[in-house]
């Protein structure tokens, strides 16, 4: 009965049809079910469900949204909830596509076990770097790998990634001041090219 109740609660969020309902269905049993998983149907809807209120579409959380989201609260230690907000924030700032996310989670929990940051440092600092990041060119992995090797320099995820973001932000000069000492740096040349661009 919970699980047809969150079934129901799934397809209202989503908008979805009574088929498309049966699949979400099947794919909450399926996560349930999976030996290599730890979660129950209960926590597998809770997953869905903020995929689908993040935004994802039934065919992105079938094609192995929901199946990484589940892997990156287990490999973390993170919440259900916190996990889908996280995967579905690399998505869409860097364009991953669902059936490319089990690569992402490697690096995610990479990110976590290689640096002194935890899933809720992670959080914070892609909440605060990576829209950014993606922005100017940043690929994931560089995101991943600068805020691993940074983390040792800051108190939180946070902090790491506002510093990140602030770093990015003024490699264009904000000042006359600013530009002239980049020219003097030889970080932009005489021709005005910048070689953190063009290098």
Not at 104 to 128: C, P
Request: proline share 2%; glycine share 12%; aromatic share 6%.
């Amino acid at each position: 009965a919970n699980m047809e109740q969150q079934v129901a609660d799934i397809g209202s969020v989503m908008a979805l049809t009574g088929d498309e309902m049966k699949q979400v269905g099947t794919l909450i049993a399926d996560l349930g079910l999976d030996p290599k998983l730890k979660v129950s149907a209960t926590e597998a809807g809770q997953a869905i469900e903020a995929l689908g209120k993040n935004g994802l579409t039934l065919t992105q959380i079938m094609d192995g949204a929901a199946k990484s989201t589940v892997l990156l609260a287990n490999s973390t230690g993170g919440t259900f909830g916190q996990a889908a907000d996280i995967a579905t924030s690399a998505m869409a700032q860097f364009g991953i596509a669902a059936k490319d996310m089990d690569g992402a989670i490697n690096q995610i929990v990479g990110v976590t076990v290689k640096s002194k940051f935890t899933i809720d440092d992670y959080a914070l600092a892609i909440a605060q770097a990576g829209g950014v990041a993606s922005s100017v060119g940043v690929s994931f992995a560089d995101f991943n790998t600068t805020i691993a090797a940074i983390s040792p320099l800051f108190a939180s995820g946070s902090d790491a990634g506002t510093s990140f973001k602030t770093f990015l932000q003024t490699l264009i000069p904000k000042s006359g001041d600013a530009m002239e000492a980049m020219k003097q740096l030889g970080i932009v040349t005489a021709d005005g090219q910048n070689q953190f661009f063009t290098a």
